[in-house]
Antibody, heavy 120, light 103 residues
């Protein structure tokens, strides 16, 4: 079955760029049936959608984060990546990658999540 | 932008009891609403999509209903593993969550 796995640094300094990668296994990221999303959850708080990428490379970002977010895809490696620039302590969160079904808009598969702390 | 409101914030119940969770949208979303369960230290798990369709592997005690602006997630008889936080979601917006804890 399809699995997602996040990877990247767990500690980022303020003002620097957070970079994470999600590796998709058990299925192809090139399927037209899905969007590939990043979602985050600050400690003790709710879920915030960051943005998605389609296999074609088209993207859509949360307007509140749009100026700082870049999501890219590498279909040859079956991976997609997140870059969040100019981070502050408010960006400290568990970051999840997730698969969103185009037809239902539901996030049916999630990675386990990776904790990223912004601190000097 | 659609805003989702969930109530109650916390629901204290005993195993075997029925749980009824509410999600209200600030404008009509037709039937495009999903529900998730999240346990501490785990990723959310999809329970219901399109308001009333159970996701793969989800037990029949979980059911969803509603359309337009008002939606309900019902757990017919709480099992010990059902005590968790539940989120509703429409497109890329999540509700604030309802915590179901043990009374």
């Amino acid at each position: 079955q399809v699995q997602l796995q996040e990877s990247g640094p767990g500690l980022v300094k303020p003002s620097q760029t957070l970079s994470l990668t999600c590796t998709v296994s058990g299925g192809s990221i090139s399927s037209g049936d899905y969007y590939w999303s990043w979602i985050r959850q600050p400690p003790g708080k709710g879920l915030e959608w960051i943005g998605y990428i389609y296999y074609s490379g088209s993207t859509y970002y949360n307007p509140s984060l749009k100026s700082r977010v870049t999501i890219s895809v590498d279909t040859s490696k079956n991976q997609f990546s997140l870059k969040l620039s100019s981070v502050t302590a408010a960006d400290t969160a568990v970051y999840y990658c997730a698969r969103e079904t185009v037809v239902t808009d539901a996030f049916d598969i999630w990675g386990q999540g990776t904790m990223v702390t912004v601190s000097s | 932008e659609i805003v989702l409101t969930q109530s109650p914030a916390t629901l204290s119940l005993s195993p075997g009891e029925r749980a009824t969770l509410s999600c209200r949208a600030s404008q009509s979303v037709s039937s495009y609403l999903a529900w998730y369960q999240q346990k501490p230290g785990q990723a959310p798990r999809l329970l219901i999509y399109d308001a009333s369709n159970r996701a793969t592997g989800i037990p029949a005690r979980f059911s969803g209903s509603g359309s337009g602006t008002d939606f309900t997630l019902t757990i017919s008889s709480l099992e010990p593993e059902d005590f968790a936080v539940y989120y509703c979601q429409q497109r890329r917006t999540f509700g604030p969550g309802t915590k179901v804890d043990i009374k």
